[in-house]
């Protein structure tokens, strides 16, 4: 059942690779047997495929003495040899990867500490009469910190309105610079900006570099602004042997976001014709009304051919009205929006094109702790199934020793879970609702087993 329900939520991703290993892994829900494995740089893995999910696969190779099971995305993936029968991984159908936003840092190493929260303007500061405050919250930073589900994620964003209302914020306009991630996080997040953002603030969107999930994320604003170079679309979901979603998965994608063009006053059509290769153009009428067209040749321009998904960049977004304007700086969004005057919140940091606000350090507080547990996060599973292992024949003493340590990194996996609820289905294929029930609690009576006292 969770293997169905998962298929159901999973979709458009480009996941980080990870490793999970040992006793508190989960047991596979689908055993495929051996195969070899040709990444698209070039390496080739043999093993045995443990699961398989949404087009992700989990593959036990040997390493060393020991044995490890890597989880390999559909980003990574060239090919899968089975009993000598080939799978080809599927056309990209987003456009190159991009290089990352030059006014983001470069990602920290995982054992940096976490930025100091900057002192945004105290909500008791005089603001010009008349002056609208903005601040700006980046929604993936297009490096390592990236992917929808995993770094762009709706809690964070839910967490972070009491810091804007706390500084008088009136506008809210997102950065995105994503290329992806799970679909299982785009409701959720589409469900915080319209019914919590819109609601609140004028919330804007800057689209840097918008790809799958992340169009998708955000198609819920209507008022959406390209930089020169951004680009938005390819939202094609995959899943199983990195097959496009069809029949009764495909209809259920295409009707979310249906309802998602609604919130955002956007034409269904668009975003149908970027989940699937469908064709469509459309006629820009002298007063400035745009029909869309289902084929190639009613309108007079040609959004899409029949044979692709769409993916827009700054000019056909502008030519058909999807963008209201385009800019690469601060000034340049402003003037966009139409805004004669407006206070930036937030604190200028070197490197940064935007000031830092409260809640835009949030974002990265955020980011930058899911990147050092996923670094760690491994470690720690690790090391709790060896322990785990360690107890039998020992001394009263020496279990409990065990049984703190054991406990030590259980805490660390869950705080690791209740930062980012996601990594419980991306480490353990577990729901988010369920990983207490499913995995804390059997670990604990793991531990617990440590603690008892052997009979003399």
Not at 41 to 59: A, F, K, P
Not at 127 to 137: C, E, N, Q
Not at 245 to 271: C, V, Y
């Amino acid at each position: 059942m969770r293997t169905s329900k998962l298929k159901s939520l999973l979709a458009g991703f480009l996941l980080g690779a990870a490793v999970l290993t040992g006793v508190c892994a989960p047991t596979a829900s689908v055993l495929a047997g051996t195969a070899q494995v040709t990444l698209k740089d070039g390496t080739v893995l043999e093993g045995e495929i443990v699961r398989e999910l949404e087009g992700i696969v989990w593959l036990k190779i040997k390493a060393g003495r020991s044995e490890e099971t890597r989880m390999l995305t559909p980003g990574e993936v060239k090919s899968i040899v089975r009993d000598g029968a080939a799978t080809k991984a599927p056309a990209d159908s987003k456009p190159a990867e991009k290089p990352a936003d030059k006014a983001i840092p470069a990602t920290k190493p995982a054992e940096s500490p976490a930025p100091a929260a900057p002192a945004s303007e105290p909500a008791s500061q005089p603001r010009k009469s008349g002056v609208p405050r903005a601040a700006v919250i980046t929604l993936g930073e297009g490096t390592d910190k990236d992917m929808v589900g995993v770094y762009v994620m709706a809690k964070p964003l839910n967490d972070a309105i009491a810091a804007l209302k706390a500084d008088n914020v009136d506008i809210v306009v997102f950065r995105i610079n994503s290329g992806g991630g799970a679909a299982i996080e785009v409701q959720k997040l589409s469900d915080v900006i319209y019914n919590e953002f819109r609601k609140n603030f004028r919330t804007v969107a800057w689209i840097d570099w918008a790809i799958s999930a992340a169009a998708m994320t955000s198609h819920a604003i209507e008022e959406i602004y390209f930089t020169p170079e951004g680009a938005y679309g390819a939202c094609t979901a995959y899943h199983g042997d990195f097959v496009a979603a069809k029949d009764a998965d495909l209809e259920r994608f295409l009707f979310q976001m249906e309802k998602i063009s609604t919130r955002g006053n956007h034409p269904f059509e668009i975003m149908r014709a970027m989940q699937i290769m469908a064709p469509l153009s459309a006629t820009v009428s002298p007063s400035g009304d745009v029909s869309f067209y289902q084929d190639e040749t009613s309108g007079d321009i040609l959004l899409n051919p029949k044979d692709r998904v769409l993916t827009f960049n700054s000019q056909s977004a502008a030519k058909i009205k999807f963008s209201a304007g385009t800019a690469s700086t601060l000034d340049e969004l402003a003037k966009a929006m139409q805004l004669t005057e407006v206070e930036w919140v937030g604190v200028k940091k070197p490197g940064y094109m935007w000031p830092i606000c409260r809640a835009e350090q949030m974002q990265m507080d955020f980011r930058e702790k899911t990147y050092r547990d996923e670094q760690l996060f491994d470690e720690y599973v690790q090391t709790l199934n060896q322990v785990l292992g360690m107890g039998s024949g020992m001394d009263d003493e020496r279990r409990a020793k065990l049984a703190g340590k054991a406990r030590e990194c259980m805490n660390k996996i869950v705080a690791a879970v209740n930062n980012n609820p996601n990594m419980a289905t991306f480490k353990f294929g577990i729901m988010p609702e369920k990983f207490r029930e499913e995995w804390v609690e059997p670990t604990e009576k793991k531990i617990k087993e440590l603690t008892k006292k052997e009979k003399k």
